[in-house]
């Protein structure tokens, strides 16, 4: 494209918001020159697994798909921007990046943020206030770095996102800086908005809209997002991210590099210009106060910062999704019904806290800190309801061994779980699944199968002072390779209150009750493991039970005085006398006395079941003689000479009839 090309683009554009000022017909889509179109579940991209794809449904191939074509867009924006395909292009000033079939309103530096006012006279067609404090928007944005988007208004307001069948918008800040603020009675709400039918966009087989802080700072207080996001965490909702991108994402199929289209965007009142004549958007030589920016300090340059508080997230994909950043704060916010995780802390996120914040009733687990991450605070949070686990813990290395891109092999960790609540999560309440210095302090868990579960070679594991309260199975649970502590611990029913797998703990002054098989079972390798200082209560063959484990050291100090021992046959008495037990018990001995009551000679297998019905000729040769009958009387010779029949033929001879022949059976 060439600078007279540009030119063209943006006189086309000014005229396009002259009419716009004038009359404005129903928003949609902006086309390639910003003009509207009329308009009538992993967290990274990649196949998803069952169950999970069953509840998310959607379509895996097409959002894929749609994940790559977003990237490439945003390195497209970056391309233009930093003036690699367009050098004269003047980039000091808004532009737009042409798309098919959404365009991209690009925003530079400068000094005053970019407010709501701005998008309108930026894009008259594509964010119109449709009623008072209520707005439309239908294109993308992208804030470079340096410029700021403030989205904060006096008794808040609402930004419905274009979100239907034949695009979506998005708002993906790309280094600079976004500001979001309401109050806890009047917050500022996103939705994915379908035009269309007039309703929130909860389809995400096509893509869903996003909002997206690469490499930046968000400051977002008092929001509320909904119906938000599509299949990876990138696209997921409401998502901060570092600013590496794949170096493939900008090719086409055939390996060439995708040129976009570019062109200045102007306001409503511009004029069209000459080629090479600047456009002037705000001819104010000072422009707005800008928005001092004190929370982010020591901001990593490719990383991103943000403080996120009464934050109200439901309906996304992902409810939040955090990779490469540091000095995030998440306080008082409620994630519920996403399709995937509550919160995702993903990759390399550090020295970050989550404080205050409950997140249920979502597809999978309703927090999950993953591989890379370090320095995580989780404090004051509950996760109930959620259908994976309500908190998982990933500190494992990256690699165990060479790898193509040379990922460390080192264990992460340093997180820390306090005073929160885990409460009826399908599979665990709390799951740790490797790493180092990890401590789980005065937490409660309820119900799950399994309460606080940690395996894949955790070590200096911490598990201190926490409630675990009616764990189906398990209370507390250290499997292959686990070294740590279980330590001062209340455990309330259940079969098993602490188990232990070819692993190393000390587990002491713990206090368990009502358990129905064995207060503490240790299996395995337990090599350094010491048991001491409990006091265990409830009912089964013993409190401690470690005869299959080796290198284990049961100390005297154990004390278990309401201890009920159970033997085999009381056990087994007690399984078969439940109620269910009975049940099934009962319809088995009737289908076994229904089979035996077809035996008929016993001992020897079945009988004739034709029995009473023996034909006659096996009882009787034929032909007998009357006298040989008792009870019959012969009938006097005459009698029988009148009876004898006449020949069954006219003219055949007669026969002479036996007295033998005269009667059969």
């Known amino acids: 494209m060439t600078a007279r090309r540009v030119s063209v683009r ?3 554009l000014a005229l396009i918001g002259l009419v716009a000022s004038v009359s404005v017909s129903a928003p949609g889509f902006a086309d390639e020159v910003g003009s509207p179109l009329v308009t009538t579940p992993s967290a990274e991209p990649g196949p998803a697994t069952s169950p999970l794809l069953e509840l998310y449904g959607g379509d895996p191939e097409n959002e894929a798909q749609l994940v790559a074509q977003e990237e490439r867009r945003l390195i497209d924006v970056d391309l233009v921007a930093g003036g690699t395909i367009f050098p004269n292009l003047d980039v000091t000033l808004p532009f737009r990046v042409a798309g098919e079939p959404v365009s991209t309103l690009v925003l530079p530096a ?25 707005y439309l928007l239908s294109e993308h944005v992208v804030v470079l ?9 006096p008794g808040g307001m609402v930004i419905k996102m274009a979100s239907q069948d034949n695009g979506f918008a998005s708002i993906v800040v790309a280094g600079g800086n976004l500001v979001v603020e309401g109050t806890p009675t009047e917050q500022v709400k996103f939705e994915a908005w379908d035009s269309q039918r007039g309703e929130p966009d909860t389809t995400t087989a096509d893509g869903r809209a996003y909002i997206r802080v690469i490499g930046g700072y968000a400051s977002i207080t008092n929001a509320s997002l909904s119906d938000l996001g599509f299949w990876s965490g990138a696209t997921g909702g409401l998502s ?6 794949a170096s493939t994402l900008g090719l086409s199929d055939d390996g060439e590099r995708v040129i976009p289209e570019a062109y200045l965007a102007a306001p409503a009142d511009s004029q069209s210009v000459d080629e090479g004549e600047s456009v002037v958007v705000d001819e104010s030589t000072t422009g707005e106060t800008g928005i001092a920016l004190t929370r982010g300090t020591g901001l990593y340059s490719n990383g991103v910062t943000a403080w996120l508080s009464g934050l109200t997230v439901t309906g996304n994909a992902y409810g939040l999704f955090v990779s490469d950043a540091t000095s995030v704060e998440l306080q008082n916010s409620t994630f519920t019904n996403n399709l995937v995780d509550g919160v995702v802390f993903h990759r390399e996120v550090v020295n970050s806290r989550i404080s205050q914040v409950e997140s249920s ?3 999978r687990d309703g927090f999950r800190v993953t591989r890379g991450s370090q320095g995580i605070q989780i404090d004051t949070v509950e996760a109930a309801n959620n259908n994976g ?9 990256l690699a165990t061994g060479p790898s193509a891109t040379g990922l460390p092999t080192v264990a992460y960790g340093g997180h820390s779980v306090l005073n929160s609540r885990f409460t009826n999560n399908a599979d665990y309440g709390v799951a740790v699944l490797g790493g180092d210095e990890i401590v789980l302090r005065r937490n409660t868990v309820e119900g799950s199968e399994f309460g606080i579960m940690a395996s894949g070679g955790t070590q200096n594991l911490s598990v201190e002072e926490n409630r675990v309260d009616g764990a189906a199975s398990q209370g507390i649970a250290f499997r292959d390779g686990v070294q740590g502590k279980i330590w001062g611990n209340l455990v309330i029913g259940g079969e098993i209150a602490v188990y232990v797998r070819d692993s190393q703990a000390e587990i002491t002054r713990n206090t368990v009750e009502d358990v129905a098989s064995h207060g503490i079972t240790v299996v395995g390798e337990a090599s350094g493991s010491i048991i001491g200082q409990n006091l265990i209560a409830g009912q089964g063959n013993s409190p401690i039970d470690t005869v299959r484990a080796s290198g284990v050291s049961v100390l005297d100090s154990n004390d278990s005085p309401a201890w009920i021992y159970q033997n085999i046959t009381e056990r087994v008495l007690r399984v078969v006398t439940k109620p269910m037990t009975l049940l099934w018990t009962g319809l088995a001995l009737l289908l076994l006395l229904t089979a035996f009551r077809g035996f008929r000679y016993r001992g020897s297998g079945f009988g004739n079941p034709y029995r009473d019905r023996t034909p006659l000729h096996e009882l009787t040769r034929g032909m007998v003689d009357p006298s040989s009958v008792p009870g019959v009387v012969r009938p006097p010779e005459s009698e029988l000479r009148e009876t004898r029949a006449p020949a069954m033929h006219e003219g055949m001879p007669r026969r002479r009839t036996t007295d033998r022949e005269s009667i059969t059976t």
């Open 389 to 397: 686990n309500g908190l998982t813990i990933d500190g494992s290395p």
């Open 10 to 12: 943006v006189s086309s």
């Open 145 to 153: 770095e340096g410029a700021t988007l403030d989205l904060r208004r």
């Open 361 to 363: 009733s979502n597809g």
């Open 110 to 134: 400068r000094d005053a943020a970019y407010t709501e006012q701005d998008l309108e006279a930026l894009a008259p067609l594509s964010f119109v206030e449709t009623a008072a404090g209520e």
């Open 240 to 245: 901060l991210t570092g600013t590496e991108l």
